[in-house]
């Protein structure tokens, strides 16, 4: 240690004000701790945004906000919390989705696109198959084609990198905007006149069933089944193990023999298929209808989501159910006030920085430089 | 007969928006930052250069001061998209984060605070206009040479544009004689190349790698300027700046990460946005026409990575974070 340094030399090995030392093990505690305290402190940001935007008091604003994510008394159906829980399925799904990919180490950026191709394919079964076979075996031809469209999405950029390494992240962003004007071309096609959504109107058959008199509900269920599968599938089966020893390093893989190339497709393949799966939840079992705008970004906050919550399934819900509440309710809070929508997306984003951060403090501890005794006792 | 002048010219300035922000892009790549908040950057560039033309307009009054109505805006341009990529760079270089992750917060953000302005900057600051439309800064941001006009083709083709048509080739012959011909370039794609060697070569890892994202950040945000001050005459609509950001990106890879290329790549994907209107096709098959950029995109990056040639790959550590303590 440089103890006895005059000022002068001193200040020309001047140390940084702080030094970073990596944590060992971080206790289950610590690491949801400072999670919490980010999630914490971006709310509290964005509180005061919000409140310096609108001129309300932060109780009402926070009342707004849960109104909009949960419904008022007047809203005794429940309405707005089943359309929240329909959002949460969705996202949730999608999450889903892209995890096993990212495990891998895999950068699918294209969930957006794979959805999309999954909306297609089903609104195309929709459109030319609708009364001409029974509901429930359109409903089953719908699910292979997009579950098949799905897969295709996502093996094709798989293929290329497990042969040849063709950056992934690149290839799958572009095969959102291919997905996106196929569905455009199939607008033009399929309603002349030349709209942007395909609406109810013409895709009439094929709607999902309403469970108890609940029209979500069906999708809600089979959300939840699908996240229990993928939490069985990355933690308690061969294929989960050989996802996270690929991730970590592709030479131990090679090592110990697993087919790194094979696993890459087959991971894809299953990212692909359940991102098809959101696709026909969407325009099978929401919204009966289609325009290229329908996955309204979701591919992309799914990324966000899984990475948020390290790929663990459980931890998705809630981290889907944070970003969801949040954005339903700042659509509401922007819509009282006049405002524009894209409210929400400024308060998500504000948020997602806030963990993105966070993330490096639980891996780092930040250390302030402790002054030297005995020059401060030199300089006294 | 086709009225090839009018094509490549609405080509170059459907194009010159792609070109900011692919020559940005590179220069960000280059250090082995993959920003994928360049479209909300992009947007934040535009919303910018809005907010502050909208404030000069409104207390400047009837009579606009030229050299203020550019400075002003492009300055507010400047600052806000060097405050996102600074973000950017904050998070991924010194707190370490996730490129991917963070780059589409960003963009999230930046896409959502260009729209929420855009839409809400009216009602926050009470003013009694009915929509924002700058088209007297707009005016001065297309103001050509005077002889444009009387020199036929020539000037069409030429000279009939605003100062940032210009200006976007101009950054990207500069970026691209900066990384091939000086000392900083070599630095620069070194750092891209592999972080470790530069670091033990004595070059600051981070300082470059900061100094190159907010340069590319900015440099793409002009991008946003551009298309609001320029292309679309000052009116400022909803999404309407689009996935350009995303073609951007995509340019990049058809580029090769070589901004010359850049130029010319730009405005052929300039040209097939618009293409569309020139060829008796149906209004069908527009949107299969609109998605060959796309796939002209995917086949490069395809055949760059089989052929494995070495000049024209990515950069080796693009997108992975540096931890000069991992190695």
Not at chain 1, 140 to 147: D, E, G, K
Not at chain 1, 256 to 277: D, E, F, P, Q, Y
Not at chain 1, 300 to 322: E, G, H, Q, R, Y
């Amino acid at each position: 240690m440089q103890n006895n340094h005059t000022p002068k030399t001193q200040k020309r090995t001047r140390e940084p004000l702080l030094h970073i030392t990596k944590r060992g093990a971080v206790s289950m505690k610590t690491a949801v701790l400072i999670r919490v305290a980010a999630i914490l402190l971006s709310l509290i940001f964005c509180g005061i945004i919000t409140i310096l935007l609108t001129g309300d008091n932060p109780i009402s604003i926070y009342i707004t906000i849960f109104e909009g994510a949960f419904g008022n008394a007047h809203d005794t159906q429940f309405l707005r919390l089943w359309a929240t829980l329909q959002d949460i399925a969705i996202l949730l799904c999608i999450s889903l989705a892209v995890t096993p990919a990212f495990k891998m180490r895999f950068w699918n950026t294209g969930a957006e696109g794979q959805v999309l191709i999954g909306c297609l394919a089903t609104a195309i079964c929709m459109f030319t198959l609708g009364g001409i076979v029974p509901d429930p075996l359109l409903i089953l031809i719908m699910l292979v084609a997009s579950v098949l469209a799905g897969v295709l999405w996502g093996v094709l950029p798989a293929f290329f990198k497990a042969f040849w390494g063709t950056n992934e992240t690149l290839f799958t962003l572009m095969m959102n905007y291919v997905a996106i004007q196929l569905i455009e071309f199939f607008l033009k096609v399929a309603d002349k006149s030349g709209s942007n959504t395909v609406g109810p109107n013409i895709l009439k058959h094929g709607w999902f069933p309403a469970l108890f008199g609940q029209k979500y509900l069906l999708n809600i269920l089979i959300v939840a089944v699908i996240t229990a599968l993928v939490y069985i599938y990355l933690k308690h089966t061969k294929h989960g193990y050989e996802i996270s020893v690929v991730g970590e390093s592709e030479n131990t893989a090679r090592y110990i023999g697993i087919n790194v190339k094979k696993v890459i497709i087959r991971t894809m393949a299953i990212s692909g298929g359940l991102c098809g799966i959101a696709g026909l939840l969407l325009v099978g079992g929401t919204s009966h209808s289609i325009a290229s705008n329908l996955a309204d970004g979701r591919g992309f906050t799914a990324i966000m989501v899984s990475w948020l919550a390290k790929f663990n399934p459980l931890m998705m819900i809630l981290t889907t159910c944070l970003l969801v509440v949040l954005d339903r309710g700042s659509t509401e809070v922007s819509s009282k006030f006049g405002l524009n929508s894209s409210f929400s997306d400024i308060l998500t984003g504000i948020i997602l920085f806030f963990i993105i951060g966070c993330e490096f403090f639980i891996q780092y501890r930040v250390q302030f430089n402790k002054k030297n005794h005995a020059e401060k006792e030199v300089a006294a | 007969m086709f009225p090839i002048v009018q094509f490549i010219q609405r080509a170059i300035l459907q194009g010159t928006p792609l070109l900011f922000g692919s020559t940005g892009e590179i220069l960000t790549e280059k250090s082995g930052n993959l920003n994928l908040g360049i479209p909300g950057i992009m947007y934040i560039g535009g919303i910018c250069g809005v907010i502050g033309g909208f404030f000069y307009q409104s207390t400047a009054g009837i009579k606009l001061n030229p050299f203020l109505a550019i400075f002003i805006p492009l300055l507010c341009s400047l600052l806000g998209s060097f405050l996102a990529s600074l973000l950017y760079c904050f998070l991924t270089v010194t707190l370490r984060a996730n490129q991917n992750v963070t780059g589409l917060a960003l963009t999230t953000f930046g896409v959502g605070f260009g729209n929420f302005f855009g839409g809400s900057l009216i009602k926050l600051v009470d003013s009694e206009v009915p929509s924002i439309a700058l088209t007297k800064i707009a005016k001065i941001y297309k103001t050509t040479l005077p002889f444009a006009d009387s020199l036929g083709w020539f000037g069409d083709l030429f000279l009939s544009y605003g100062f940032m048509v210009y200006l976007a080739v101009v950054l990207a012959i500069i970026v691209a004689l900066v990384l091939k011909k000086t000392r900083i370039g070599l630095h620069l794609r070194a750092v891209g190349e592999n972080p470790a060697t530069a670091d033990a070569a004595g070059i600051n890892v981070t300082r470059y790698k900061y100094a190159s994202t907010c340069l590319g950040g900015m440099i793409a945000g002009l991008g946003g300027l551009y298309y609001v001050m320029d292309y679309t005459n000052g009116v400022w609509s909803n999404n309407g700046f689009g996935d350009r950001g995303w073609l951007a990106i995509a340019l990049v890879i058809f580029a090769t990460w070589k901004p010359m290329i850049g130029i010319l790549g730009s405005y052929l994907f300039g040209g097939l946005y618009i293409l569309f209107n020139y060829i008796p096709v149906s209004m069908q098959t527009m949107p299969l026409i609109q998605m060959l950029p796309y796939v002209v995109t995917i086949l490069v990056l395809v055949l760059v990575s089989i052929r494995k040639s070495r000049e024209s790959q990515p950069p080796a550590a693009l997108g992975l974070n540096y931890y000069r303590e991992d190695r």
